[in-house]
């Protein structure tokens, strides 16, 4: 099993910048990739970014530029620094970890943390 906590997120500015972390425990070495996800009311959750076990990452287009992910594997922690935000990017983050096998896909969830970009 795998357990996810995200942490980071808050009220900020149009402008402003967060960085939230996903602390992983458990069988982190069964991971194939982590990705972040949101979530705001009405809309359909969407991926914000990913990173794989080999490092590769990847972004939606909305934030690609702003949004940074990365890693430290001594901390089996991943983060999502945010920068330039924007009200749009106002929603329930939630942190992914996903292992791929024979046949399908198995995803585990953070619980969510929350971001609000107001004035």
């Known amino acids: 099993q795998v357990q996810l906590v995200e942490s980071g997120g808050g009220l900020v500015q149009p402008g402003g910048s967060l960085r939230l972390s996903c602390a992983a425990s458990g069988s982190i070495f069964s991971i194939n990739a982590v990705d972040w996800y949101r979530q705001a009311p009405g809309k359909e959750r969407e991926l914000v970014a990913a990173i794989t076990s080999g490092g590769s990452t990847n972004y939606a287009d909305s934030v690609k530029g702003r949004f940074t992910i990365s890693r430290d594997n001594a901390k089996n922690t991943v983060y999502l620094q945010m920068n330039s935000l924007k009200p749009d990017d106002t929603a329930v983050y939630y942190c992914?970890?996903?292992?791929?096998?024979?046949?399908?896909?198995?995803?585990?969830w953070g619980q969510g943390t929350q971001v609000t970009v107001s004035s």
């Open positions: 992914n970890a996903n292992r791929i096998f024979t046949g399908g896909r198995y995803d585990y």
